[in-house]
């Protein structure tokens, strides 16, 4: 059943509860998020975070589901969990085989991944960069990797790269993707002398203040370096592309936003407008 609140005139509204549930999860910008998407949009929804510990991941969130939760967002590290937890998922989840968005209904759980919907919409729609017929270039082969490549795959681009440290795991991913589009795996040595059109850092390196090995000139002035952590500043990554004059530089910023927006259209049927909020979370992060 919905939460309830009363007003001071004792109109009883009903609200629907969300959260975002993940482990850390205080640092999570969705909270704000999801409270500027219900305000533009007119919807009545309570958000918050959610905490679960290693291992108690299924017993939080059927807690959540007994109390009359609705939706979750799932953030690091239990996408895994949420993926094996749903009873039925989208196909983009079943290519990531991970999930970042719950929803219960009907007494099931429906698992579906806005990860890469909201990289390309960020990409595509944002910032106006289209991606059918572009070289594109993906760094790393972790789990951010999965969530994305189905719907980078979606776009038609005319090659899809992915480069690892430990080829074996990029060409897993090319061998585990085929189904939903061709992609090649390398090494990062290899990368030297090719000229891609979009290159997509989905590596954690910026996390740490750290640059992936890629090789020397693999930026030029038609490229887009974008970098899927955002930061106050430029990640390491981005100044490496700035100082080889790439043509456009972008964090995760707006994929953040864009996916959020995805997971608020699967709950409430209404598609919020992403420039405000990714304009005011810059605003917070400068």
């Known amino acids: 059943m919905s939460a309830a609140r009363y007003t001071k005139s004792r109109k009883l509204i009903m609200t629907d509860r969300y959260a975002v549930i993940g482990n850390p999860v205080a640092h999570s910008q969705s909270p704000m998020i999801h409270a500027e998407f219900a305000r533009a949009t007119g919807e009545a929804i309570r958000y918050e975070k959610l905490f679960a510990e290693l ?31 749903s009873d039925e998922v ?33 990409i595509v729609q944002a910032m106006d960069v289209q991606l059918a017929g572009k070289n594109v270039l993906v760094l790393g082969a972790g789990g951010a990797v999965r969530g994305v490549l189905e ?7 005319a090659s899809l ?13 090319v061998h585990h993707f085929a189904p939903w589009g061709v992609c090649q795996a390398t090494g990062y040595g290899e990368l030297a002398g090719r000229a891609f059109d979009v ?12 640059l992936p090995p890629i090789p ?16 106050k500043g430029l990640t390491p990554f981005l100044r490496r592309a700035q100082s080889e004059n790439a043509g456009m530089l972008a964090d995760g910023l707006g994929m953040l936003v864009e996916q959020a927006a995805e997971s608020f259209f699967i709950w409430r049927g209404k598609r919020p407008d992403t420039r405000k909020v990714t304009h005011m979370l810059r605003e917070l992060l400068a």
Do not use: C, W
């Not at 719907?151 to 681009?157: I, N, R, V, Y």
């Open 90 to 122: 989208t196909e983009r989840a079943r290519a990531a085989e991970a999930v970042n968005t719950l929803t219960f209904r009907d007494g099931k759980v429906y698992g579906d991944n806005t990860d890469g919907i909201g990289l390309v919409r960020d």
């Open 151 to 157: 719907p980078l795959l979606e776009e038609k681009p």
């Open 199 to 210: 290159i997509i850092n989905a590596t954690s390196t910026s996390l740490h203040n750290e």
């Open 55 to 85: 291992g108690r991941f299924r017993e939080v969130v059927e807690g959540f589901i007994a109390e009359g939760g609705r939706g979750l967002n799932v953030t690091l590290p239990f996408k895994g969990e949420a993926y094996r937890m």
């Open 216 to 231: 020397a000139g693999l930026f030029n002035a038609r490229s887009l370096a974008y970098d899927m952590v955002y930061s």
């Open 161 to 173: 790269t992915i480069a690892n440290r430990t080829l074996i795991k990029a060409e897993a991913l």
